[in-house]
């Protein structure tokens, strides 16, 4: 497993690198079809292609839906700063644990399983996307088909905590843009006669801050801000970048609403805010929790106390979830530091991590 785990590192593919993403793609495709499967890309202009892999097996069942991304966040090069590596039974490297020792553990459980029974149990769909990093575009549609199609959906991504919990709800997530038009000035000659764009953007700072409801789930960042041109001139124009997070589906049309119908503190400044709510939270739902307690039926039978979490990033298991289908997220490798430079999986953990799978696999 850490020998498939760190070819996979070893394709750099940055999300926003179409060329490289399209290599690993490439690279993925044989090697699953090694395995019985039958392979197809789902091409894509903008982004990295998408690649699905059916496979056969236990007649007249429910497929189910493995999920899973090979874009990283890390730029090509970052190699060479970021070896694949073991040290004190940790594997580096980029993307080791977000998420290619996830889709080494997809293909170590199926070839355990077709060694085990000589077949699949049941019809597996393997689904790795192209551009999860950058919100899966290109791909959300082909992920919400498939999963309709399956019995559940079991989601690669990376175990909550080195305790190794896997996770049954997540956060929905938005981003949104306000960028506020104002009337320019000299600072010097007619500081009476400008409209300060950066001045109004920051009164709707505040106010927007206002909207964050911890208790309730509800958090609003303002992460990324632009504006003006020169000290001497009172600026005519500004923005911010917000990232959104809500707990539940119901909470995005309030949110959405009172970010959409903002108003100018200075009537001379213009708003035009732009965005929307891109992944709806992952609730634990009853097929949610169905699926957990099977996951830890079959960790008891290996003396392991599989706990569950809720976290604040999202998924593609979000898309997957909130059209209703049952879904099990965090299935994927155990370690720390995704998206840092310290990203590591625990080795030692990736066996049982892949008995899991399998287990489910079969169970589902
Ligand atoms: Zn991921």
Known sequence: MVETIRELVEIESPSDNKPAVDRIAAFLAPKFEGLGGRAQFH????????????????????????LGHYD?????????????????????????????????LMFHAIEALRAWHGALPRPVTVFLVSDEEVGSHSSRAITEALAKESAGVLVLEPAAGLRGAVKT???????????????????GLDPGKGHSAILELSRQIAAVSKLNNLRQGLSVNPGVIQGGTRTNVIAAEASVGFDVRIKRAKQAAGIDRKLRSLKAFDKHCKLEVTGNINRLPMERTAGVAALYNKAREIARQLNWKLAEAAVGGGSDGNFTAGIGIPTLDGMGGVGE????????????????????????IESV
Do not use: W
């Open 43 to 66: 091409r894509s202009n903008d982004f990295g292609d998408s690649l699905q892999i059916d496979f056969g097996g236990g007649a007249n069942r429910q497929p189910v839906l493995l």
């Open 72 to 104: 990283t966040v890390y730029p090509l090069g970052t190699l060479a700063s970021m070896p694949c590596e073991i040290e004190n039974g940790r594997l580096r490297g980029p993307g080791v644990l977000d998420m290619k020792s996830g889709i080494a």
């Open 169 to 187: 709800a997540r956060k929905g997530v938005g981003e949104y843009r306000l960028r506020v038009k104002g009337v320019a000035a000299h600072a």
């Open 337 to 360: 530091g995704a998206h840092a430079v310290h990203e590591f999986i625990v080795v030692s953990e990736l066996p049982r991590r892949a008995l899991l799978l399998a287990g489910m």
